[in-house]
């Protein structure tokens, strides 16, 4: 009883404790400056003057020189802001749903599957999260599903171009005002270019600096807002860089029996995004602060734990390592340990070091301090990459429910559509009216190699309205999830 009772009194004290050392330089300015003021009353205007006029000339262009060449070299030097215009996400057509009794009915009739991977895919689909909504491309519903080069360009194309054709509507931007074209897809790269591809149809500049990015896995999407960042950066003031992030289903439908690589047959499904981002903040929405990356690559088991190889009968899958859940969390470690200092507030790294101290003097007899990122962001988009994922982020940042609801439901009502699903997250947040003006959104992404990369956005205008990828469904969310039946 004693013990309950210190710990609820010092989860009274933490506001108290909060409000003190996060305000501490208000705290000790408000002092110095008083007596600085009392002090300066009490001499007079004419000692003032008097003492300034002592001043020798040096002294007096050093004290007016200084803080003026101090100001102008900062400005030079600061990277510049990069704002993101708007964002579109690609609109599932229903015709392309793949409710679990038709998913099933093809994998049965298929002879590629036998009855024991059928019933392997029949528990995964049942605990994977996935709604009745999924959908996947057309050429995913023949039978045989075809996966030829024809129709996984016709994929690209659909989800890409009606993307990009949403968010040029959303912001009345011309095709030739983009500077610079970003676009990652990691499983499917064809010639020409997903670049050559988007350029070709919308007629761009022929000086647009574009980028194609391939297997670089789920979490590329911030890669791409990363690398188009760091091109604004050179580029003129103003400059718009289009950044489109997918994954293409169709050719890498794997049809072997092997268990490891039959996961991301349930879980994947079609979807796309694009975004424009610029160093114009002129009708921007969010406020691009700071991009993290983490790679875990040097590791064996990380490099590994997500690897496209052929099966013993010659079928190209990805092969998912039963360690995966544990190299993504010693990812997650290294991210936020990185990200931390950047975001928290000053009471949480004070903290989190005098935990680190402690943890050293007592050779770590006590458990590290989980530094508490609610306090720095409002919002959370973690990939969707598929119920472990969601349940070991939600465990390892104290989330609550409500903080991790839109990842689940993106996997409930889109699957895991790979880099884009962090943008059908935040398009969730948004159509359920719960964006803020000043809120701060963290997303999480991971992907193969093995990468953990995440970006924080400050919210400058939220949505007027829920037009999106969510227009026709979000009054019918959250939706119960069951939870995972143990067996």
């Given at each position: 009883?004693?013990?309950?009772?210190?710990?609820?009194?010092?989860?009274?004290?933490?506001?108290?404790y909060?409000?003190?050392?996060?305000n501490?330089?208000?705290?000790?300015?408000?002092?110095?400056?008083?007596?600085?003021?009392?002090?300066a009353?009490?001499?007079?205007?004419?000692?003032?003057?008097?003492?300034?006029?002592a001043l020798?000339?040096?002294?007096?262009?050093?004290?007016?020189?200084?803080?003026?060449?101090?100001t102008?070299?900062?400005?030079?030097?600061?990277?510049?802001?990069?704002?993101?215009?708007?964002?579109?996400?690609?609109?599932?057509?229903?015709?392309?749903?793949?409710?679990?009794?038709?998913?099933?009915?093809?994998?049965?009739?298929?002879?590629?599957?036998?009855e024991?991977?059928?019933?392997?895919?029949?528990?995964?689909?049942?605990?994977?999260?996935?709604?009745?909504?999924?959908?996947?491309?057309?050429?995913?519903?023949?039978?045989p599903?075809?996966?030829?080069?024809?129709s996984?360009?016709?994929?690209?194309?659909?989800?890409?171009?009606?993307?990009?054709?949403?968010?040029?509507?959303?912001?009345?931007?011309?095709?030739?005002?983009?500077?610079?074209?970003?676009?990652n897809?990691?499983?499917?790269a064809?010639?020409?270019?997903f670049?050559?591809?988007i350029?070709?149809?919308?007629?761009?500049?022929?000086?647009?600096?574009?980028?194609?990015?391939?297997?670089?896995?789920?979490?590329?999407?911030?890669?791409?807002?990363?690398?188009?960042?760091?091109?604004?950066?050179?580029?003129p003031?103003?400059?718009?860089?289009l950044?489109?992030?997918t994954?293409?289903?169709?050719?890498?439908?794997?049809?072997?029996?092997?268990?490891?690589?039959?996961l991301?047959?349930?879980?994947?499904?079609?979807?796309?995004?694009?975004?424009?981002?610029?160093?114009?903040?002129?009708?921007?929405?969010?406020?691009?602060?700071?991009?993290?990356?983490?790679?875990?690559?040097?590791?064996?088991?990380?490099?590994?734990?997500?690897?496209?190889?052929?099966?013993?009968?010659?079928?190209v899958?990805?092969?998912?390592?039963?360690?995966?859940?544990?190299?993504?969390?010693d990812?997650?470690?290294?991210?936020?340990?990185?990200?931390?200092?950047?975001?928290?507030?000053?009471?949480?790294q004070?903290?989190?070091?005098?935990?680190?101290?402690?943890?050293?003097?007592?050779?770590?007899?006590?458990?590290?301090?989980?530094?508490?990122?609610?306090?720095?962001?409002?919002?959370?988009?973690?990939?969707?990459?598929?119920?472990?994922v969601?349940?070991?982020?939600?465990?390892?940042?104290?989330?609550s429910?409500?903080?991790?609801?839109a990842?689940?439901?993106?996997?409930?009502?889109?699957?895991?559509t790979?880099?884009?699903?962090?943008?059908?997250?935040?398009?969730?947040i948004?159509?359920?009216?719960?964006?803020?003006?000043?809120?701060?959104v963290?997303?999480i992404?991971?992907?193969?190699?093995?990468?953990?990369?995440?970006?924080?956005w400050?919210c400058?205008?939220?949505?007027?309205?829920?037009?999106?990828?969510?227009?026709?469904c979000?009054h019918?969310?959250?939706?119960?999830?069951p939870?995972?039946?143990?067996?």
């Open positions: 009883m004693s013990t309950m009772g210190s710990s609820a009194q010092l989860r009274r004290l933490k506001p108290l909060q409000l003190v050392v996060n501490i330089l208000a705290i000790v300015a408000v002092p110095l400056a008083a007596s600085v003021l009392l002090k009353a009490s001499l007079g205007p004419e000692e003032i003057l008097a003492r300034a006029l020798r000339p040096a002294h007096m262009f050093l004290l007016a020189f200084l803080p003026a060449a101090a102008v070299l900062y400005l030079m030097l600061r990277p510049r802001a990069v704002y993101l215009v708007d964002y579109a996400c690609f609109r599932t057509n229903p015709n392309c749903r793949v409710p679990f009794a038709t998913f099933l009915e093809h994998s049965r009739v298929w002879p590629g599957f036998d024991r991977s059928v019933r392997f895919m029949t528990r995964l689909l049942e605990r994977s999260g996935l709604g009745e909504e999924t959908c996947l491309p057309y050429a995913q519903h023949y039978i599903p075809s996966r030829d080069l024809e996984s360009r016709a994929e690209a194309e659909l989800v890409i171009f009606s993307a990009i054709d949403d968010l040029l509507a959303k912001t009345g931007v011309s095709p030739q005002d983009i500077d610079i074209l970003v676009v897809c990691s499983l499917f064809p010639t020409p270019s670049t050559d591809m350029m070709h149809r919308y007629e761009l500049r022929k000086d647009v600096r574009n980028v194609h990015l391939s297997g670089m896995g789920c979490s590329a999407g911030l890669i791409s807002v990363e690398l188009a960042r760091n091109l604004l950066q050179v580029a003031r103003g400059a718009r860089a950044v489109v992030s994954e293409t289903i169709t050719p890498n439908y794997y049809m072997g029996r092997e268990r490891a690589m039959l991301p047959n349930c879980l994947f499904r079609m979807g796309g995004a694009a975004a424009l981002l610029s160093t114009s903040g002129a009708g921007a929405r969010f406020r691009l602060a700071r991009v993290v990356r983490t790679l875990r690559g040097a590791s064996d088991s990380a490099y590994r734990c997500v690897y496209q190889e052929e099966d013993d009968r010659g079928n899958g990805i092969n998912l390592s039963k360690d995966l859940m544990n190299i993504a969390g990812a997650l470690k290294a991210n936020i340990t990185a990200m931390g200092p950047l975001v928290l507030p000053a009471s949480e004070l903290l989190f070091a005098l935990s680190f101290i402690a943890r050293k003097v007592l050779n770590n007899r006590i458990k590290p301090y989980i530094p508490d990122f609610r306090t720095a962001f409002e919002h959370f988009c973690i990939h969707a990459g598929g119920r472990a969601i349940d070991e982020l939600q465990r390892s940042l104290t989330l429910d409500e903080q991790v609801e990842s689940r439901m993106t996997l409930h009502r889109f699957g895991n790979s880099s884009s699903s962090l943008w059908y997250e935040l398009a969730y948004e159509a359920k009216g719960r964006m803020r003006t000043g809120d701060r963290w997303m992404g991971f992907g193969s190699g093995f990468k953990c990369n995440s970006a924080a400050e400058i205008r939220p949505a007027a309205n829920a037009d999106g990828p969510w227009a026709n979000i019918r969310y959250p939706v119960h999830i939870d995972v039946l143990k067996h």
